[in-house]
């Protein structure tokens, strides 16, 4: 076993192999494949709350391998968090499509102002769930509506993550 040090973090090589961000394919046996879309702004927040420490667990993981990333970068990942709890991402078409609508709504927001984009709940939850209107799972008023939600609960959902 290879064992890599870092500054705080003890990485294994067999950490790094394993991790379900890195390697979606290496699944738990018992884990389910998909998660159901949730039909209540209330669950959308919960999924939420799962998806950011889900995209959390990879800081370390980036340190290790060389590069910086705090929570500010997780918007990054909301994509991919998005695609892996639907069971997408093996699909390119889907990583191309959440990718461009994330990353893209997000930077014409950013630009324009909208939003607490600032912040890094706030622009993980914005990047994760337009993600999911980019793969047509969720429509734009259901983006805007659950966007909206977030926005009146980011206190209570930052205390919960």
């Avoid at 500054?7 to 379900?20: E, R, S």
């Avoid at 950013?110 to 706030?122: I, S, Y």
């Amino acid at each position: 076993m290879i064992t890599l040090g870092f500054a705080h973090a003890l990485v294994t090589k067999q950490m790094i192999d394993t991790h379900p961000l890195l390697y979606p394919h290496k699944k738990e046996p018992d884990m389910p494949t998909q998660k159901p879309l949730p039909t209540s702004n209330e669950g959308w927040v919960l999924e939420l709350i799962d998806a950011y420490r889900d995209a959390k667990v990879a800081i370390p993981y980036a340190e290790a391998a060389g590069h910086a990333m705090t929570e500010a970068d997780l918007f990054h990942m909301a994509p991919l968090v998005c695609l892996k709890f639907r069971d997408l991402i093996s699909s390119e078409e889907c990583q191309k499509n959440a990718k461009h609508a994330a990353i893209g709504s997000y930077i014409a927001n950013m630009e324009a102002g909208n939003r607490n984009l600032q912040d890094a709940v706030m622009a993980f939850a914005f990047c994760y769930f337009t993600a999911h209107f980019g793969v047509g799972l969720l429509s734009e008023d259901e983006c805007q509506e659950v966007l909206g939600f977030v926005e009146i609960n980011l206190a209570k959902i930052k205390e919960a993550i």
